[in-house]
Structures are given as structure tokens and as C-alpha cells.
């Protein structure tokens, strides 16, 4: 990078992270660190919401994901409106009225304080893990830029956010988050527009979706059922809205963020606008992957895009070969703009016959191109068994870092860091707030001051940040960042769902036939999981309603004494 864009993400980090300090001042009884006195409006928490959501991995990960795969994960967030019509109706009053700090305080009143620690348990376990992938995210960014170690980026982004969270508690996280999303909104716009402005000239918008669309990049809707498929309507409609329902709903890290509200009604406005806001957003940033597709149609990408594996495979004794290959891509590539040049020609005087010819050329160049990349991963799994094959993450910050005027190449490299600093300092109040409200307070020491709490709640965030530093170590190994964070979600989502559900809506069955329904749907949904029987997304279903089913039976069929000698 430039000595301008170092400068410009210094400034934007330290701007955002001084104004979340500076708003945050006062935060010094527990109500203040965990809910913010309960005090924000609706847009703030709205933006705040997304914040939360849209980590860096969507930012990084999500673009990757449609130069790869297409449109389709759009699909994943059709059931989100309908989430939150369910939220503002039934969590959200339900919450507020009981005033509590964390979702799992309910369920000690509904049912017994081991239903409660299950599920706060189930949370820690899931968003400890799923905070570890969000810090490794702009790790990669910074570890490619500086050439370093990717172990000391991660420290030192991790120290950052754990900073500035243990300082100023939620307020300080909804105040940054508010401000990062305003500029995250128009960077990504910036960069969508500065893609189509770099095409070559006679190539337009239109003719670069086209392009993509005869590669099969442009497939938002998939109408076919099909379990094992993870992106169709159906399983964005119904093991999306599960999934949805249960991180809105159960997650802390969001309902911390809509706790925050001055009233009921300031809640579900936030909601609400998240859920009109979001599905048009992500359908964005997947466009701005598909337009990055079609750029590298007539500009050479790398044969792959992660320069740290390339470097190990370099300095092996396979470097002949994988230099020759690359030789060989750069002639395939050749004969893959060429293609792509007639198509857009043929496209611009709607030539049919020539269209045909030209798509037929282009298929075969690119599947050369394929074909070609396939071996040079081949040769790097051959030198490294655990070398990281999955180069979606890079796609975008290659594009950014190699194409961008300078300026906006560090804006929108804050802008990776702002989404992981929104997401990561949310996740590690919720899961202080959970630690100290739901084990330390409940369990540990009933009768403690205010500020013996908060002094808790900024041990249990340091704690929290240094496992989850630890798991960002290991997130290198998950693939794509965002299917990863989510894949791990719909292991544990759906279960804690479905004890949300029986709280709410059967009221008559007992605490000890919900505790047992959730271990043994937990296990139905590892089962499924390991076994690849479906589509990640239907775990969440699956879980939700299996926790229903079986502890509606077991409250029919087990003798009152039979299940309390099974929960105990």
C-alpha cells in the first residue's frame, strides 16, 4: 500500500475507535456496560444489528464466494424478513418486560436454572468458536500486506478489539458501529462502481452481468427442492429462517443489540430495518463478486489468489513445475479474454450465431483456466498437507489492493477492519454478558456490587477474547470464512431454538422434558451434521423441531419422577 492509504485506515481506526471511547464515557454501572441504560433509538440499533451480522467475513469472504459459486447464497437470507416480524411480536415485548440482560435469564423463570445454563453453555461454546473465525478474517488482510506471519496480524487485531470493548461496553460498541456502517455503505458502493468504470472500454454493466450469467455466476434462484443443495429458496425460506430466528432471537450478540432500545417500539423498528435492509445488501456485495468475475474475464488473475501458499510452493521442489504451469494459464488466459472480447462484441449487435460461437469458446477457455488452477493446487497440497487450498477469502482483496487508486485501497481495507471490530467487540460483550449474568451472578456470587460486576464483565471480555485469539489460529483450516461461520452456527442455533420455542408457546410442559428433548436433539443434529445427511441450513430446522417434539413426548410419556431422575 501507499504511504496515503496507510494513512487513511490509521485515521479511520483511530477516528472510530476515539469516538466509541468518547460516547461511551459514563458506562459505569452494569445496566451502562451491558445494555447501554437502555437508552439507544431505533437506528442505532438497526445499523447496529447489521453491524453485528456483517463481520469482515462478509465483506471479504462473501464477494470470493460469488467470483466462485454465483449469486446463489443470496438465497440464505429469505426467511430473514419473516425472523424478524416473529422477533417484534414474541422476543422482543417478552424481553423487554422482564428487563433482562441476557435472552437465557428467561429461561430460568420459565423453566429451571439447567435449562438456563445448557443454553448459555451451547452459546458460549458456538460464539466463541464462530468470534475466533470473525478476528482471523482482517488478519489475512494484514498478513498480506506487511508479509508477516499471519499468528502476529491476529494478535494484534484481536488486542485491539478487546481494548477498546473492555473499555467502553456495549455503548461503545453500538456508538463505533453506527459510524462504521455509515462508511462501510459507501465504500462498498465506491468499489462496485470503480469495477464497472475499470472495464474495458465497450464493455458496460449490462454486457458484464451477461458475461457472468454464461458462466453461470448470475444464479440468485433456485427453485428445485433438494436437501443436500445449501442455497435454494427453500432452504433460504425454511432452514434460513430457523437459522435466522434462533441468531436473532437466542444469540446474545444480537439481543444484546436490540436490548439497548429506549422502548419496545425502538426495538422492532431496528429490526424491522434490518430486515428490509439486509437481503438488499448482501444481494450487492455478492453482485460486486460477480462484477470482480467478469473484470478478470478481460484482466489476468493470479492462477491463485492466497500469495502466501504460492510463495511455500515456490521455494519447494515443485517450483518448475508450478512455474510452468503458470505459463501455461497465462496462454489459456489469452484465449480466454479473446472469447470473452467476441462474446461482448456478438452480445452488442445480438448476433445469436455468434453468440453461440463465442459462448462455446468461452466455456472451453475457462474450463482450460479451471483445469489449470486444479493442478497448481494439486502441486501445493503435494509439498503441504495442510495447505490451505481455498482461496475465496483473497479474491476480493487482491482485486482491491491491485486495482484500487490509492486512497480507497486503505478505505476499504478499514472498511474489513470496522466490519471486524463491530462484529468481534459484539460478540465479546455478549458472551461477558452471558458469562457474568448467567454463571457469575447466577451461581458464583449472588450478592455483589454493581461495580464488582462490571469489573467481571471486563475479566470475563478479556478471557473471552484471548480463547477466541486462540481459535482465530486455527480458522485458516475452515475454508470460505462465511460458510464456515455459519456452518458452525446451524450445529448448535436450531436446539437453542427450539427451547425458545417451548418456552414461549407451550406453556404447560416442565423444565426437566425440555433439558432432556435439547441433549438428545443436539446429538440428532451432530449426527446429521457429521453425516452430511442435508444441506447445513436444515440442521437449524432440524434442531428447532426436534427439541419441540421430543419434549412434548417426553412430557406426555415419561413419568414425573422418570424425567427428574433423567435431568438431574
Known amino acids: 500500500m501507499s504511504v496515503i492509504d496507510w494513512i487513511v485506515l490509521a485515521v479511520t481506526l483511530l477516528v472510530i475507535i476515539a469516538y466509541g471511547i468518547y460516547k461511551s464515557s459514563g458506562s459505569k454501572n452494569l445496566d451502562q456496560y451491558l445494555v447501554g441504560g437502555r437508552s439507544l433509538p431505533w437506528y442505532h440499533i438497526g445499523l447496529s444489528v447489521m453491524a453485528t451480522q456483517a463481520s469482515a467475513i462478509t465483506f471479504l469472504s462473501a464477494p470470493g464466494l460469488a467470483y466462485s459459486d454465483g449469486m446463489r447464497f443470496v438465497q440464505f437470507y429469505f426467511g430473514l424478513p419473516l425472523a424478524m416480524v416473529v422477533l417484534c411480536i414474541t422476543f422482543v415485548p417478552i424481553f423487554h418486560k422482564l428487563r433482562v440482560y441476557t435472552a437465557y435469564e428467561y429461561l430460568e423463570q420459565r423453566f429451571d436454572l439447567k435449562t438456563r445454563a445448557l443454553t448459555a453453555f451451547l452459546f458460549l461454546i458456538q460464539r466463541g468458536l464462530s468470534t475466533g473465525i470473525t478476528i482471523y478474517a482482517p488478519s489475512i488482510i494484514l498478513s498480506a500486506i506487511l508479509q508477516i506471519n499471519v499468528v502476529y ?153 492466497n500469495k502466501n501458499e504460492v510463495d511455500q510452493v515456490k521455494k519447494s521442489r515443485y517450483a518448475t513445475q508450478y512455474h510452468t504451469l503458470e505459463k501455461q494459464y497465462a496462454d489459456a488466459f489469452k484465449q480466454r479474454k479473446e472469447a470473452a472480447t467476441k462474446l461482448t462484441e456478438a452480445l452488442n449487435t445480438n448476433n445469436n450465431d455468434a453468440i453461440y460461437f463465442a459462448e462455446g469458446r468461452l466455456h472451453a477457455a475457462q474450463a482450460q483456466t479451471d483445469t489449470l488452477r486444479n493442478r497448481g493446487i494439486a502441486l501445493m ?144 443434529v451432530i449426527y446429521c451434521g457429521y453425516t452430511e445427511t442435508m444441506a447445513y441450513l436444515w440442521l437449524n430446522a432440524i434442531g428447532c423441531l426436534s427439541v419441540v417434539l421430543l419434549a412434548w413426548l417426553a412430557d406426555k410419556l415419561l413419568p414425573k419422577s422418570l424425567a427428574d431422575s433423567l435431568a438431574s
Not at 478487546?162 to 458502493?189: D, E, N, P
Not at 423498528?269 to 467478469?294: D, T, Y
Not at 467487540?425 to 455483589?448: E, G, H, P
Open 381 to 524: 497440497k503435494q509439498n503441504n498437507k495442510l495447505a490451505d487450498v481455498n482461496d475465496t477469502n483473497y479474491v476480493f482483496l487482491n482485486f482491491v489492493t491491485h486495482y484500487l487508486p490509492r486512497g480507497l485501497i486503505g478505505l476499504l481495507i478499514a472498511i474489513v477492519f470496522l466490519a471486524s471490530m463491530g462484529s468481534t467487540a459484539s460478540a465479546l460483550n455478549s458472551l461477558a454478558s452471558t458469562t457474568v449474568i448467567d454463571i457469575y451472578k447466577r451461581v458464583i456470587n449472588k450478592n455483589a456490587t454493581d461495580g464488582q460486576y462490571v469489573t467481571a464483565s471486563r475479566l470475563a471480555t478479556v478471557f473471552w477474547g484471548i480463547i477466541c485469539l486462540l481459535m482465530a489460529l486455527y480458522a485458516g483450516q475452515l475454508g470460505n470464512l462465511l460458510e464456515a461461520v455459519n456452518k458452525l452456527g446451524s450445529y448448535i442455533y436450531g436446539v437453542i431454538l427450539g427451547v425458545f420455542v417451548v418456552a414461549f408457546y407451550l406453556k404447560k410442559i416442565r423444565g426437566n422434558a425440555v433439558f432432556i428433548a435439547a441433549l438428545f436433539a443436539e446429538v440428532i
Open 153 to 305: 496480524t491476529t494478535l494484534f487485531i484481536g488486542t485491539l478489539v478487546i481494548v477498546y470493548t473492555v473499555w467502553g461496553g456495549t455503548k461503545a460498541v453500538s456508538y463505533t458501529q453506527m459510524l462504521q456502517m455509515s462508511i462501510i455503505f459507501a465504500g462498498m458502493f465506491l468499489a462496485g462502481v470503480l469495477v464497472v468504470m475499470m472495464l474495458p472500454d465497450g464493455v458496460h454493466f449490462k454486457n458484464s452481468l451477461q458475461i457472468a450469467g454464461k458462466l453461470g455466476r448470475i444464479n440468485a434462484i433456485d427453485w428445485k427442492f433438494d436437501a443436500k443443495n445449501q442455497y435454494n429458496v427453500w432452504s433460504g425460506l425454511i432452514g434460513g429462517f430457523f437459522l435466522q430466528l434462533s441468531y436473532f432471537g437466542t444469540d446474545q450478540s444480537q439481543v444484546g443489540r436490540y436490548l439497548t432500545g429506549s422502548s419496545v417500539g425502538q426495538s422492532r423498528l431496528g429490526l424491522l430495518m434490518n430486515g428490509l435492509i439486509k437481503i438488499p445488501m448482501q444481494f450487492l456485495i455478492l453482485l460486486i463478486g460477480v462484477l470482480v468475475f467478469s473484470f478478470y474475464q478481460f484482466n489476468q488473475p493470479p492462477m491463485f489468489f
